[in-house]
């Protein structure tokens, strides 16, 4: 596996971390928390800003217009409510993801990065979505 792999997986540390120990320390819950939230937005707008990079290429303006809306997106469900907010976020991830493959499809040179996004991706949004099931539920 290459340095861009292992980076992108290694940064589900931080969700599964925050996720656990809001779950299993109790003194911790609301802590874990706010760094899952705050963490998948800085996330979701740090993948959002690679967008530049696509228009560095060309001469796309609407890449950098949908890339401050998902950075956008990313800030304002830090004012959301928790469950609000995990949506959201899970929705942009998902939503990101279906742009960036829909502008690299005709590309074989990013299949590999493509394939790696989508489990990302997937990972990220069970993620949300598994703390959206505990977080209503405690």
Request: aromatic content about 16%; hydrophobic content about 55%.
């Amino acid at each position: 596996m290459k340095t861009w792999q292992w980076l992108g997986y290694l940064g589900l540390l931080p969700f599964i971390l925050s996720l656990a120990a809001s779950l299993f320390i109790q003194d911790w819950h609301d802590k874990a928390v706010q760094i899952f939230i705050f963490y998948s937005a800085i996330i979701l707008s740090f993948l959002a800003g690679s967008l530049w990079r696509v228009k560095a290429a060309g001469n796309n303006n609407k890449h950098l217009a949908v890339s401050n809306l998902f950075s956008l997106i990313a800030f304002t469900a830090l004012l959301m409510p928790t469950l609000i907010s995990l949506m959201v976020l899970a929705i942009g991830f998902l939503s990101l993801f279906y742009y960036e493959s829909f502008m690299k499809r005709n590309n074989d040179k990013k299949a590999a990065y493509l394939k790696m996004r989508f489990n990302l991706t997937s990972l990220v949004v069970l993620l949300h979505a598994t703390a959206l099931y505990f977080w209503t539920t405690l």
